[in-house]
């Protein structure tokens, strides 16, 4: 049974406004929806449509959706706080097969914002790869004149500062050649840069890329649909589309090595750090 909700936080003075929901069948975790920080617009929506995990044993591999078919409790939406910093918090908690799975996200008072999941349990006794998929379908104060950057390890000014360059097209990348990435507003440069998380391990051939950045298609938002076990799929969007000054979708991977023999209970956590630029 699907379950929604609205967040309007704190609720003296809202910084945070926001919808959320969850599905069953093709879904995509909780849905965040129409979200503003200080009155202005930073997501049309932002999701996970699929966590894929490879074995190197040999089994699977699989493709995993959360949704509400496979959620333990409700939605818990409440209060943190931590180093001085106020946050609200909206998580699910999923069990599939042997898995256990929890998709929390932190909206820190600040305007940072920490999606982050957490996974434990063995499906199999050998060492595997979760790859989290978190699609973020900007909308820097509207969904028209965004632009995408990379900031390069090696690189000159392209007029954003040293190492930032634009995206003109689309494209995907890994952290060998980028460190972390932006997406802004050209008219104000107010938008989120998106740093590597803490706990995001290095890319493989299962799935080379870190993140992509494709042209908004409302055909494209395939919700859980998109991917199999066997491909994420994202490559098939790259069409070597304009996306400078345009409504843009970035997707960010998070590669989470689960190394085993180790404790079967072992929680691991990966996801990026989005910082707020400008607000």
């Known amino acids: 049974m699907s379950a929604s909700g609205a967040v309007n936080w704190p609720p003296e003075a ?47 591999p699989y493709k995993d959706q959360l949704s509400s078919g496979n959620m333990v409790g409700p939605v818990k939406v409440y209060e943190h706080n931590q180093s001085g910093f106020r946050h609200v918090v909206v998580e699910s908690y999923h069990r599939i097969g042997r898995y256990h799975l929890v998709d929390r996200w932190f909206f820190r008072s600040d305007g940072l914002i920490l999606p982050q999941m957490h996974s434990a349990g063995l499906q ?43 995206l003109p097209q689309e494209t995907w990348q890994v952290t060998v050649s980028a460190s972390n990435w932006a997406v802004l507003n050209k008219g104000t440069n107010r938008g989120y840069m998106i740093d590597r998380g803490p706990n995001d391990e290095p890319n493989d051939a299962f799935e080379p890329a870190d993140m992509y950045v494709v042209a ?26 304009n996306i400078d000054g345009q409504d843009l979708v970035f997707w960010y991977v998070s590669h989470l090595h689960h190394h ?11 996801g990026p750090l989005l910082w707020p630029l400008g607000y």
């Open 14 to 60: 809202p910084v945070w406004n926001f919808r959320w929901e969850i599905l069953d069948g093709d879904s995509e975790a909780i849905v965040f929806r129409d979200v503003l920080f200080r009155g202005k617009k930073v997501f049309h929506k932002a999701s996970v449509p699929m966590i894929r995990v490879h074995y190197d044993s040999g089994n699977g």
């Open 124 to 166: 199999h006794p050998s060492t595997h790869q979760h790859h989290v998929y978190w699609r973020f379908d900007f909308d820097i104060e509207g969904a028209a004149n965004n632009l995408a950057l990379a900031h390069m390890n090696v690189g000159g000014d392209w007029g954003y500062g040293p190492g930032w360059m634009p």
């Open 216 to 241: 908004y298609h409302g055909a494209e938002d395939l919700k859980g649909r998109l991917g199999t076990a066997y491909a994420a799929q994202i490559f098939s969007h790259i069409n070597n589309e």
């Open 260 to 270: 085993h023999p180790g404790p079967e209970f072992e929680w691991h956590a990966v």
